[in-house]
């Protein structure tokens, strides 16, 4: 079993297949919504988690790209103005996931974009607010 | 008798390019193996340096008279308001100001936005008199449109700072940082043992009139810092164990660079402004040889609850536990975090020591020296009655 997150974009016309529904069903995958947008008739887009075998989740997920839904990996979607920043370290202090860090060889902070688990507490403790969820 | 430099000597050699100029952090790793003595012997200056959030910070401005004249008796820049009380065209922003209906751009913001070259929105209102007939005024300015734009903080480079956690049960937002709730994590704020105040705790060298690195330029120490406190308790090693001692610095912003100076605003705080200074420090004698040698285990600061009211103190901690990513507290582990730069103050400690090396920038010694025996007054509140 492996948990993955993905944002998922839809495409108008997709509204209203049962999409999810087969993932469970035909897939054994256990969804977890995090967060949706979905306007009716328009483009929509969920944060899912799935959780469920490696094998399941990538048949998961082809099968909803071959329903004309985009999956993107979560780490794309974090947003760091990284040339910005001023390694001041107020954002490791709240990032407890251990993905945002100091280095101790040259006190640079470091983020590891695969150990974040996303829950934006770096986006207002970043007093140059670097941080973006970009959530479409 | 052992062998007292003087400040020309030091300049002199400085001059020459002969100078040895070591970091704090180097002559901190020096100091393992070789005693003050050695060290007094071997190396003449000694660079230290942070950069931080320091609220009491801010701008001096004179933006020029319009014709016909008008005294600025409400001075707005990008909505933000500044000081009116300086004659007609002078004004001073402070760092943290800010319109509160837009509180996450302030003073900070604007000197900023000017020192990057940007054109910033002067409005000012004036009743009119005789002399300054003009009542409204809304114009563009930029660095180059102002006449003097002179950086003056009245407090600066806290001399230590405490250790801030949180053993409530909910979150709070200060100017250390977001605390989460039961002590899950504590953030501390100055560089250590590169920090300047730290290197010469009795402020032999720093006063009035020391040179220093201010923002990228060199400006100059001009007064004590408020809130100037020389009689916490200190330890051992003759460091005080929690805020003591500060300076005000002034310098031309004209000359500085958005490198050293950084806007920030922290959520459900407010608006600050992060300041590059470094101060050299010239080893004189066998004491600053012994100030300067200090490590980050022998500065110790306090661990104070910012979610009591009286912020009790929880423990005391050195500075190589708090950059080893954990202090006990209460006997629980905690993670720490920095809130101040430690990457950008070695940048600053090297480059001012690249320019004394290279006969660039001159020592100068204090034309007065820092009161000694000060503490601080709260506000007393008493009754005023109405009239
Ligand atoms: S969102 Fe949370 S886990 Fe991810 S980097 Fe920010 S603080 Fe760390
Ligand atoms: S809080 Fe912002 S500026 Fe500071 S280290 Fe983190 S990302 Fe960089």
Same mark, same amino acid.
């Given at each position: 079993?492996? *948990?993955k997150?993905?944002?998922l974009?839809?495409?108008p ?12 069903r ?5 969804i977890?919504?995090?967060k949706?947008?979905?306007?009716p008739?328009?483009r929509?887009?969920?944060l899912l988690?799935l959780?469920?075998k490696k094998?399941? @989740?990538? *048949?998961?997920? *082809?099968?909803?790209?071959?329903h ?5 990996p979560?780490d ?8 910005k920043? @001023?390694?001041c370290?107020?954002?490791?202090a ?9 280095s101790?060889?040259?006190? *640079?902070l470091?983020f590891d ?10 986006i207002?403790?970043c007093?140059l607010?670097?941080?973006e969820?970009?959530f479409r | 008798?052992?062998?007292?430099? &003087?400040?020309?000597? !030091?300049?002199?050699?400085?001059k ?7 970091t704090?952090?180097e ?5 393992q193996s070789a ?14 340096a942070t950069f931080?959030?320091?609220? %009491?910070s801010?701008?001096i401005?004179?933006f020029?008279?319009? %014709?016909?004249?008008?005294r600025?008796?409400?001075i707005?820049?990008?909505g ?5 009380g ?13 319109d509160?209906?837009?509180?996450a ?10 020192l990057?070259?940007k ?9 009119g008199?005789d002399?300054?007939?003009?009542k409204?005024v809304?114009?563009? !300015?930029?660095i ?6 002179t ?5 600066n480079a806290y001399?230590?700072?405490?250790v801030? $956690? ?11 940082g977001t605390?989460?709730?039961n ?9 250590g043992?590169l ?6 705790p009795?402020?032999?060298t720093?006063g009035?009139g020391?040179r220093?690195f201010?923002?990228?330029t060199q400006?100059f120490v001009?007064?004590?810092g ?8 200190k ?5 005080p164990? &929690? ?14 660079s ?6 920030v605003?922290y959520?459900?705080y ?6 590059g !200074?470094?101060?050299?420090?010239p080893?004189l004698?066998?004491d600053?040889a012994?100030?300067?040698?200090i490590n980050?285990?022998?500065i ?8 009591t ?5 929880l423990?005391?901690?050195n500075?190589e ?7 006990? $507290?209460?006997?629980k582990?905690v993670?720490t975090?920095p809130?101040?730069?430690?990457a950008?103050?070695?940048? !600053?400690?090297g ?12 020592l %100068?010694?204090p034309v ?5 025996n000060?503490?601080?007054?709260s506000?007393k ?7």
């Amino acid at each position: 079993m492996i *948990k993955k997150r993905y944002i998922l974009n839809f495409p108008p016309q997709s509204g209203d297949k049962p999409l999810s529904y087969q993932l469970v069903r035909d897939y054994d995958i256990r969804i977890n919504i995090l967060k949706a947008e979905v306007y009716p008739g328009k483009r929509g887009s969920l944060l899912l988690e799935l959780q469920g075998k490696k094998e399941n @989740i990538e *048949k998961g997920v *082809k099968y909803l790209t071959e329903h004309q839904v985009i999956c993107e990996p979560l780490d794309k979607r974090i947003h760091f103005q990284e040339e910005k920043c @001023i390694d001041c370290g107020n954002c490791t202090a709240v990032c407890f996931a251990g993905a945002l860090t100091m280095s101790k060889k040259n006190w *640079k902070l470091e983020f590891d974009k695969s150990k974040c688990v996303v829950c934006e507490l770096c986006i207002p403790a970043c007093p140059l607010h670097l941080f973006e969820i970009d959530f479409r | 008798m052992p062998k007292i430099k &003087t400040y020309e000597e !030091i300049n002199q050699k400085l001059k020459q390019g002969k100078a040895v100029v070591l970091t704090a952090e180097e002559v901190a790793q020096m100091a393992q193996s070789a005693s003050p003595a050695e060290i007094a012997e071997k190396v003449d200056v000694v660079t230290t340096a942070t950069f931080g959030a320091m609220c %009491s910070s801010g701008a001096i401005i004179n933006f020029g008279h319009t %014709s016909p004249p008008i005294r600025m008796e409400k001075i707005r820049l990008n909505g933000v308001p500044c000081y009116e009380g300086l004659a007609a065209v002078d004004s001073y922003i402070g760092a943290t100001a800010c319109d509160p209906e837009n509180p996450a751009y302030g003073g900070a913001h604007v000197i900023q936005d000017l020192l990057e070259g940007k054109d910033v929105v002067l409005e000012a209102w004036g009743k009119g008199t005789d002399c300054y007939p003009r009542k409204h005024v809304r114009t563009r !300015i930029n660095i180059d449109s102002i006449n003097e734009f002179t950086l003056f903080n009245p407090r600066n480079a806290y001399q230590n700072y405490n250790v801030a $956690v949180n053993t409530t049960k909910k979150m709070i937002h200060t100017y250390m940082g977001t605390l989460l709730p039961n002590l899950r994590n504590a953030t501390y704020s100055t560089s250590g043992e590169l920090s300047p105040l730290l290197n010469d705790p009795d402020l032999r060298t720093i006063g009035l009139g020391t040179r220093i690195f201010l923002g990228g330029t060199q400006g100059f120490v001009v007064w004590n810092g408020t809130q100037f406190h020389t009689t916490r308790p200190k330890n051992e090693y003759g460091v005080p164990v &929690t805020n003591a001692a500060t300076i005000a610095v002034i310098g031309n912003l004209k000359e500085m660079s958005p490198e050293y100076l950084q806007a920030v605003y922290y959520e459900k705080y407010g608006v600050s402004m992060f300041i590059g !200074i470094g101060i050299p420090i010239p080893i004189l004698d066998e004491d600053m040889a012994r100030r300067v040698s200090i490590n980050n285990r022998q500065i110790e600061t306090s661990v104070l609850d910012y979610g009591t009211v009286g912020m009790p103190k929880l423990e005391q901690v050195n500075y190589e536990q708090l950059q080893s990513g954990f202090i006990k $507290v209460k006997g629980k582990k905690v993670r720490t975090a920095p809130v101040s730069s430690l990457a950008k103050a070695r940048k !600053i400690a090297g480059e001012l020591k690249e320019w004394l090396e290279k006969g660039q920038f001159e020592l %100068s010694k204090p034309v007065q020296i820092f009161p000694q025996n000060t503490s601080l007054n709260s506000l007393k509140e008493t009754e005023v009655e109405h009239d």
